[in-house]
């Protein structure tokens, strides 16, 4: 009697975190935007274009601008 109920007890905990498991994995939210098909690393090195400062040459480039159009460095304000 006292293994079987073990053996219950090793099951429900073994479903337990397997549960826990796969909740915690759906809840994870992407980092990055799924719609972009570049991903850009996350090195603050800016660059300024338009008067707009872009915290690298790789997010620049996604909101479409060419590497000849960048200024190095932050936007005067």
Do not use: H, Q, R
């Not at 073990?6 to 549960?19: E, T």
């Not at 690298?56 to 000849?68: K, L, M």
Request: with cysteine; glycine share 6%.
């Amino acid at each position: 009697m006292k293994e079987t109920l073990a053996k219950i007890l090793d099951y429900f905990v073994l479903f337990l975190l397997i549960l826990v498991l796969f909740l915690a994995a759906g809840g994870c939210s992407p980092i990055i935007d799924e719609d972009v098909d570049i991903v850009c690393i996350e090195i603050y090195d800016p660059v300024c274009v338009n008067g707009v400062t872009y915290s690298n040459e790789c997010y620049a480039s996604i909101a479409g601008y060419s590497n000849d159009e960048l200024i190095k460095g932050e936007c005067n304000e």
